[in-house]
C-alpha cells in the first residue's frame, strides 16, 4: 500500500500574507475579502481570534471589538507564490507531488521514511515517518509558511490527520501526525460523516439511512452502495474505507517562479517599493535554493494607477541568487526611467508588482589541486551581475579582437573563463631576456575613444615627400570638453601610412596616419580623415 | 641566572635588571627561546608575490608584486604605464590567472594589445565612465575573487576627481581580504596611504629608426621606472624601461 505526505498550510490567505509582511505576526491581525464595509474576515492571527476576531464577522464588527485591528485584504499574487513555495518544498522531498488547493498539498512518501532515522530509543512518536514529518515542517518553516503534516495511506487520513495535528514540537509547529499503514479506515471510523464532503443529495440520503461517522459508511456493503447510491456513492464508499479512489496527480512544476503583491496603497516614490521588491527578490532567492537553481532572466511587471501597466526585463550574464545584486539591477533600471515615464497622465503610481524569475543551472565550480584556485561560479555570477548593473552590459566582458583596421573598433563577449589550469604555470621572470627580444615591455598604445578633434599646422616638405605636421592642438569645441589636451610643436613626425578599410560599402573610411612627437607632451597617434580633411589623435604611446 | 632568584632581598625591578642581561646574551629572538623550550613556531604561509613579466620591475621588488595589497603605479603620458599594465595582464592571464581590467579611459584596444600577450579569455574587462563607477567596478570585481584587478585612472582630467580617500582605504582592505592584487595606474597619486606600494614612471625620449632621407619611423620608448614607496624602502630606487614598438 501506498504512503502519502499531506503538506497543509491552516488559515491560508493568512498565512501567505504573513510570508510577504512577517512583521505582522506578533499583531492583530485579519486578512479580508471585499472591499468597505462589506469586507468580510476571511482569517485572523491568534492574537485577533482571542480578542474575539472570528471568520464570516464584517471588518467593521472586528473593528467594534478590537479597534486597533490590523487589516489586510487578500492578495492574490501572495497566495499564488505562497502556494508555489509550499509545491517546493514538497519537491525537495519528493518529484511527485499534487497540488489539491489552496495550502494543500500531497507528496508521495513511498520509501521516504528509510532516508531519515529516528533518535534512541525508539518510541510511538518516533518512527522514521515521523522524522520524515518534522523534516517537511522545518523546511516549511525555513520558507516562512507553518504547515501541518499528516502521513497515511490515501489522501483523505493523511489530510484529517494534518488537520487534526496537535502536540507542540517547538513554537506553533504541530507535531505530525502518523496514520500506520493499513489502519486508515479505523483512524477514520469515528469522523463525522461531514468530513468526507458528500454531495449534498448523497448526504441527504446518508442521513436519512441514519448514518452518522464514516465508519458507519464504510461497514454498508460495497454492492449495495453501488446499486443504490451509483458511481459517486461508490467512490465516496472507497474514500471512507481508507482507499484512494483515484491516484495521485503529480504536478507539472512551472518553469518560472513568480512573487508579488497587490499594494494596499499605491506608491508614489520608489524606496518604499524597493524595501517591498528587497522582500519578494529574497523569497525567489530562497526558492531557487531550494532547486539549486540561480535566477537567469529576471522580469518585473507592474500596475500602475490610474492606469497602465509597466514592465521590465534583466538578462543576467549568469545564473545567479544574489537579492542584492537582483535588486541593484531594479533599482537602476527604475531610477533611470521611473515607472510611468512615457506616460501622458502625469504621476502614477505603483498599485501591484510581479517578479518573474527565470531559473536556471549555476555554473559547476571545480577546484584544482596544484593549479591557480578557480573562480567560484557563484561569485562570478554576482560579480558580473552587478557590474552589469552598474555599468551597462555594453560595458562589461571579456575583450575580443575583431577584423578590421580602425582603433576604435571593439568586441565583446560574455566573460566565461576556462576552468583553470591543472598546474601552474611558470611565468616569465623580469629580469631575463630584454624586452624587444623576448616580444614583452612593448610599448602600446592607449586608444582614445572617440578620437579627440585636432587643429593641425602643417609644414611643405620637399616634392616627393608629404607636408608634415609641425604643430597640433586640440579643438575647444563642446565633443572635446572634458577630454584630455592635445597642444605642442611636433619635435619628430613619421608618416603618412595610409588606412583604407570598408572601400565597398556606404561609409568607407580613409586616413592618413602619423606618428608625432610633442615637445613635452609625448607621443601620439593622428591621423587626417580623406574625405573631410579634419584632423584627429585616436591614440597616445604609452 | 640563579643567583639573581637566589637573592631575596633584592626588590623586583632589580631581579629582571639582573635577569636582561643573561637572557639578551643568550636569546635573540622569540625563535630560540621556542627552541630553547622544545617548541615548534610555524610560520603563517604569505601569499607568494605576483610574478611579473615587467622589466625592471623584479630588481626592484624581488618576487614580484605583493598580493593582497595595493600597488600605485602613477605616470605622465608615454612614460609606458599603459605597457606595464598591459604586461601585468599578460604574465597573470598566460599563467591560468584571471584578471580584471577596470579601464575608465575606455583604453584597450585588443587588436594592437594583440602582441602583449594577454589571453582574453580569462579578463575581464569592464568600461565605467567615471571615477565613482570605476571605484565600484574595482570593489565588486575583488569581492567577486578575482586575483588581479588593474584599475587604469586613464588619461587627466579624471572624471569625477581623484575619489574619496575612505573609498581607496576600502579597496585597500578587500584586496588584503580576498588576497588579490590590487593595481592602480594613474597619471598621478591618488590612493594616498592606502598604497602599500607605489611606482613611479618618467618618460624618457623616444626611439625613432631613419634619419635624413630615409623615413623615420617610431621604434620604441625609455623610461625611467623608480620604487618611492614599499615595506621596508630606505631610499627611492630606480631602474631603466625600455619598450619596443611591437614589429
Same mark, same amino acid.
Given at each position: 500500500?501506498?504512503?502519502?505526505?499531506?503538506?497543509?498550510?491552516?488559515?491560508?490567505?493568512?498565512?501567505?500574507?504573513?510570508?510577504?509582511?512577517?512583521?505582522?505576526?506578533?499583531?492583530?491581525?485579519?486578512?479580508?475579502?471585499?472591499?468597505?464595509?462589506?469586507?468580510?474576515?476571511?482569517?485572523?492571527?491568534?492574537?485577533?481570534?482571542?480578542?474575539?476576531?472570528?471568520?464570516?464577522?464584517?471588518?467593521?464588527?472586528?473593528?467594534?471589538?478590537?479597534?486597533?485591528?490590523?487589516?489586510?485584504?487578500?492578495?492574490?499574487?501572495?497566495?499564488?507564490?505562497?502556494?508555489?513555495?509550499?509545491?517546493?518544498?514538497?519537491?525537495?522531498?519528493?518529484?511527485?507531488?499534487?497540488?489539491?488547493?489552496?495550502?494543500?498539498?500531497?507528496?508521495?512518501?513511498?520509501?521516504?521514511?528509510?532516508?531519515?532515522?529516528?533518535? !534512541?530509543?525508539?518510541?510511538?512518536?518516533?518512527?522514521?515517518? /515521523?522524522?520524515?514529518?518534522?523534516?517537511?515542517?522545518?523546511?516549511?518553516? /525555513?520558507?516562512?509558511?507553518?504547515?501541518?503534516?499528516?502521513?497515511?495511506?490515501?489522501?483523505?487520513?493523511?489530510?484529517?490527520?494534518?488537520?487534526?495535528?496537535?502536540?507542540?514540537?517547538?513554537?506553533?509547529?504541530?507535531?505530525?501526525?502518523?496514520?500506520?499503514?493499513?489502519?486508515?479506515?479505523?483512524?477514520?471510523?469515528?469522523?463525522?460523516?461531514?468530513?468526507?464532503?458528500?454531495?449534498?443529495?448523497?448526504?441527504?440520503?446518508?442521513?436519512?439511512?441514519?448514518?452518522? *461517522?464514516?465508519?458507519?459508511?464504510?461497514?454498508?456493503?460495497?454492492?449495495?452502495?453501488?446499486?443504490?447510491?451509483?458511481?459517486?456513492?461508490?467512490?465516496?464508499?472507497?474514500?471512507?474505507?481508507?482507499?484512494?479512489?483515484?491516484?495521485?496527480?503529480?504536478?507539472?512544476?512551472?518553469?518560472?517562479?513568480?512573487?508579488?503583491?497587490?499594494?494596499?496603497?499605491?506608491?508614489?516614490?520608489?524606496?518604499?517599493?524597493?524595501?517591498?521588491?528587497?522582500?519578494?527578490?529574497?523569497?525567489? !532567492?530562497?526558492?531557487?535554493?531550494?532547486?539549486?537553481?540561480?535566477?537567469?532572466?529576471?522580469?518585473?511587471?507592474?500596475?500602475?494607477?490610474?492606469?497602465?501597466?509597466?514592465?521590465?526585463?534583466?538578462?543576467?550574464?549568469?545564473?545567479?541568487?544574489?537579492?542584492?545584486?537582483?535588486?541593484?539591477?531594479?533599482?537602476?533600471?527604475?531610477?533611470?526611467?521611473?515607472?510611468?515615464?512615457?506616460?501622458?497622465?502625469?504621476?502614477?503610481?505603483?498599485?501591484?508588482?510581479?517578479?518573474?524569475?527565470? $531559473?536556471?543551472?549555476?555554473?559547476?565550480?571545480?577546484?584544482?589541486?596544484?593549479?591557480?584556485?578557480?573562480?567560484?561560479?557563484?561569485?562570478?555570477?554576482?560579480?558580473?551581475?552587478?557590474?552589469?548593473?552598474?555599468?551597462?552590459?555594453?560595458?562589461?566582458?571579456?575583450?575580443?579582437?575583431?577584423?578590421?583596421?580602425?582603433?576604435?573598433?571593439?568586441?565583446?563577449?560574455?566573460?566565461?573563463?576556462?576552468?583553470? $589550469?591543472?598546474?601552474?604555470?611558470?611565468?616569465?621572470?623580469?629580469?631575463?631576456?630584454?624586452?624587444?627580444?623576448?616580444?614583452?615591455?612593448?610599448?602600446?598604445?592607449?586608444?582614445?575613444?572617440?578620437?579627440?578633434?585636432?587643429?593641425?599646422?602643417?609644414?611643405?616638405?620637399?616634392?616627393?615627400?608629404?607636408?608634415?605636421?609641425?604643430?597640433?592642438?586640440?579643438?575647444?569645441?563642446?565633443?572635446?570638453?572634458?577630454?584630455?589636451?592635445?597642444?605642442?610643436?611636433?619635435?619628430?613626425?613619421?608618416?603618412?601610412?595610409?588606412?583604407?578599410?570598408?572601400?565597398? !560599402?556606404?561609409?568607407?573610411?580613409?586616413?592618413?596616419?602619423?606618428?608625432?612627437?610633442?615637445?613635452?607632451?609625448?607621443?601620439?597617434?593622428?591621423?587626417?580623415?580623406?574625405?573631410?580633411?579634419?584632423? *584627429?589623435?585616436?591614440?597616445?604611446?604609452? | 641566572?640563579?643567583?639573581?632568584?637566589?637573592?631575596?632581598?633584592?626588590?623586583?625591578?632589580?631581579?629582571?635588571?639582573?635577569?636582561?642581561?643573561?637572557?639578551?646574551?643568550?636569546?635573540?629572538?622569540?625563535?630560540?627561546?621556542?627552541?630553547?623550550?622544545?617548541?615548534?613556531? /610555524?610560520?603563517?604561509?604569505?601569499?607568494?608575490?605576483?610574478?611579473?613579466?615587467?622589466?625592471?620591475?623584479?630588481?626592484?621588488?624581488?618576487?614580484?608584486?605583493?598580493?593582497?595589497?595595493?600597488?600605485?603605479?602613477?605616470?605622465?603620458? *608615454? !612614460?609606458?604605464?599603459?605597457?606595464?599594465?598591459?604586461?601585468?595582464?599578460?604574465?597573470?592571464?598566460?599563467?591560468?590567472?584571471?584578471?580584471?581590467?577596470?579601464?575608465?579611459?575606455?583604453?584597450?584596444?585588443?587588436?594592437?594589445?594583440?602582441?602583449?600577450?594577454?589571453?582574453?579569455?580569462?579578463?575581464?574587462?569592464?568600461?565605467?565612465?567615471?571615477?565613482?563607477?570605476?571605484?565600484?567596478?574595482?570593489?565588486?570585481?575583488?569581492?567577486?575573487?578575482?586575483?588581479?584587478?588593474?584599475?587604469?585612472?586613464?588619461?587627466?582630467?579624471?572624471?569625477?576627481?581623484?575619489?574619496?580617500?575612505?573609498?581607496?582605504?576600502?579597496?585597500?582592505?578587500?584586496?588584503?581580504?580576498?588576497?588579490?592584487?590590487?593595481?592602480?595606474?594613474?597619471?598621478?597619486?591618488?590612493?594616498?596611504?592606502?598604497?602599500?606600494?607605489?611606482?613611479?614612471?618618467?618618460?624618457? /625620449?623616444?626611439?625613432?629608426?631613419?634619419?635624413?632621407?630615409?623615413?623615420?619611423?617610431?621604434?620604441?620608448?625609455?623610461?625611467?621606472?623608480?620604487?618611492?614607496?614599499?615595506?621596508?624602502?630606505?631610499?627611492?630606487?630606480?631602474?631603466?624601461?625600455?619598450?619596443?614598438?611591437?614589429?
Amino acid at each position: 500500500m501506498s504512503r502519502l505526505a499531506c503538506l497543509l498550510v491552516p488559515l491560508f490567505p493568512l498565512a501567505a500574507r504573513l510570508r510577504a509582511e512577517p512583521e505582522l505576526a506578533g499583531e492583530a491581525l485579519a486578512v479580508t475579502a471585499g472591499n468597505g464595509a462589506a469586507a468580510l474576515i476571511v482569517a485572523a492571527t491568534r492574537s485577533a481570534r482571542r480578542l474575539g476576531v472570528t471568520t464570516g464577522m464584517t471588518l467593521t464588527q472586528a473593528r467594534a471589538l478590537v479597534p486597533k485591528l490590523a487589516a489586510r485584504n487578500r492578495d492574490g499574487a501572495c497566495e499564488r507564490a505562497a502556494q508555489e513555495a509550499l509545491a517546493e518544498i514538497a519537491e525537495r522531498f519528493s518529484p511527485r507531488i499534487e497540488t489539491a488547493g489552496p495550502g494543500l498539498v500531497f507528496l508521495d512518501a513511498d520509501g521516504l521514511a528509510g532516508r531519515f532515522h529516528p533518535g !534512541s530509543p525508539p518510541t510511538q512518536n518516533s518512527t522514521p515517518e /515521523h522524522e520524515l514529518g518534522r523534516a517537511l515542517l522545518a523546511a516549511a518553516r /525555513h520558507a516562512g509558511l507553518p504547515a501541518r503534516v499528516g502521513i497515511a495511506g490515501s489522501k483523505l487520513a493523511a489530510q484529517v490527520a494534518a488537520q487534526t495535528a496537535t502536540g507542540s514540537d517547538a513554537g506553533d509547529d504541530a507535531a505530525p501526525r502518523v496514520v500506520a499503514a493499513g489502519d486508515e479506515a479505523r483512524f477514520l471510523a469515528p469522523l463525522p460523516l461531514a468530513r468526507l464532503a458528500p454531495e449534498l443529495r448523497l448526504g441527504e440520503t446518508l442521513t436519512r439511512w441514519g448514518i452518522r *461517522s464514516i465508519g458507519d459508511f464504510a461497514r454498508l456493503p460495497a454492492a449495495e452502495v453501488v446499486s443504490r447510491l451509483g458511481p459517486a456513492g461508490a467512490e465516496l464508499h472507497t474514500v471512507a474505507r481508507g482507499v484512494d479512489p483515484r491516484p495521485l496527480l503529480p504536478r507539472e512544476p512551472p518553469l518560472d517562479l513568480t512573487e508579488g503583491s497587490e499594494l494596499e496603497w499605491p506608491l508614489v516614490t520608489l524606496e518604499p517599493f524597493l524595501f517591498l521588491a528587497h522582500a519578494a527578490l529574497d523569497r525567489i !532567492s530562497r526558492r531557487l535554493e531550494i532547486r539549486g537553481l540561480g535566477c537567469a532572466h529576471l522580469a518585473l511587471e507592474l500596475t500602475l494607477e490610474p492606469a497602465g501597466h509597466d514592465a521590465r526585463a534583466w538578462e543576467l550574464p549568469a545564473p545567479t541568487r544574489d537579492t542584492k545584486t537582483l535588486l541593484t539591477l531594479v533599482r537602476l533600471a527604475l531610477e533611470a526611467r521611473p515607472p510611468g515615464a512615457a506616460s501622458a497622465e502625469g504621476a502614477v503610481a505603483i498599485a501591484a508588482f510581479l517578479f518573474t524569475a527565470t $531559473p536556471d543551472r549555476t555554473r559547476p565550480e571545480q577546484g584544482t589541486l596544484f593549479g591557480p584556485p578557480a573562480l567560484s561560479p557563484e561569485r562570478l555570477a554576482t560579480t558580473l551581475a552587478r557590474l552589469f548593473a552598474l555599468l551597462g552590459p555594453d560595458r562589461v566582458g571579456s575583450p575580443r579582437p575583431v577584423d578590421g583596421h580602425r582603433p576604435e573598433r571593439l568586441a565583446l563577449v560574455p566573460f566565461a573563463p576556462p576552468a583553470a $589550469p591543472m598546474i601552474l604555470k611558470r611565468v616569465p621572470r623580469a629580469a631575463t631576456p630584454p624586452p624587444s627580444a623576448s616580444g614583452k615591455g612593448l610599448l602600446a598604445v592607449r586608444t582614445l575613444r572617440p578620437p579627440i578633434e585636432l587643429e593641425v599646422l602643417v609644414e611643405p616638405r620637399p616634392a616627393d615627400r608629404e607636408p608634415a605636421p609641425t604643430h597640433i592642438q586640440s579643438l575647444a569645441n563642446e565633443s572635446n570638453d572634458k577630454r584630455p589636451t592635445i597642444a605642442g610643436a611636433v619635435r619628430i613626425a613619421a608618416g603618412p601610412w595610409q588606412l583604407e578599410e570598408g572601400w565597398w !560599402s556606404d561609409r568607407p573610411v580613409a586616413r592618413e596616419y602619423w606618428d608625432v612627437e610633442l615637445d613635452a607632451a609625448g607621443l601620439f597617434r593622428i591621423y587626417r580623415d580623406v574625405a573631410t580633411g579634419r584632423w *584627429s589623435a585616436d591614440g597616445v604611446y604609452d | 641566572m640563579a643567583e639573581a632568584f637566589a637573592t631575596p632581598a633584592l626588590p623586583l625591578p632589580a631581579v629582571l635588571q639582573r635577569l636582561a642581561g643573561p637572557l639578551a646574551a643568550r636569546l635573540r629572538s622569540g625563535r630560540e627561546l621556542a627552541a630553547l623550550q622544545g617548541v615548534a613556531i /610555524h610560520d603563517t604561509p604569505r601569499p607568494a608575490p605576483w610574478s611579473t613579466a615587467l622589466p625592471g620591475l623584479a630588481r626592484l621588488l624581488p618576487g614580484g608584486l605583493p598580493r593582497g595589497e595595493l600597488v600605485e603605479l602613477t605616470a605622465g603620458r *608615454s !612614460s609606458g604605464r599603459f605597457a606595464c599594465a598591459l604586461m601585468l595582464l599578460a604574465a597573470a592571464t598566460s599563467a591560468g590567472e584571471n584578471a580584471a581590467l577596470i579601464d575608465l579611459g575606455d583604453a584597450l584596444d585588443p587588436q594592437s594589445a594583440a602582441p602583449a600577450g594577454i589571453d582574453w579569455t580569462r579578463l575581464l574587462w569592464a568600461r565605467p565612465r567615471a571615477v565613482r563607477e570605476a571605484l565600484a567596478a574595482t570593489e565588486a570585481a575583488l569581492t567577486g575573487g578575482l586575483p588581479l584587478v588593474l584599475l587604469d585612472l586613464g588619461l587627466p582630467p579624471l572624471p569625477g576627481g581623484r575619489g574619496a580617500e575612505a573609498m581607496w582605504l576600502r579597496l585597500a582592505r578587500s584586496a588584503r581580504q580576498h588576497d588579490a592584487l590590487l593595481v592602480v595606474t594613474s597619471p598621478y597619486r591618488v590612493a594616498g596611504p592606502a598604497a602599500s606600494t607605489v611606482l613611479e614612471l618618467t618618460r624618457g /625620449h623616444a626611439r625613432w629608426s631613419g634619419a635624413g632621407a630615409a623615413p623615420r619611423l617610431l621604434a620604441g620608448a625609455d623610461g625611467r621606472l623608480t620604487l618611492t614607496k614599499a615595506h621596508r624602502l630606505l631610499a627611492p630606487q630606480a631602474q631603466a624601461l625600455r619598450l619596443a614598438l611591437p614589429a
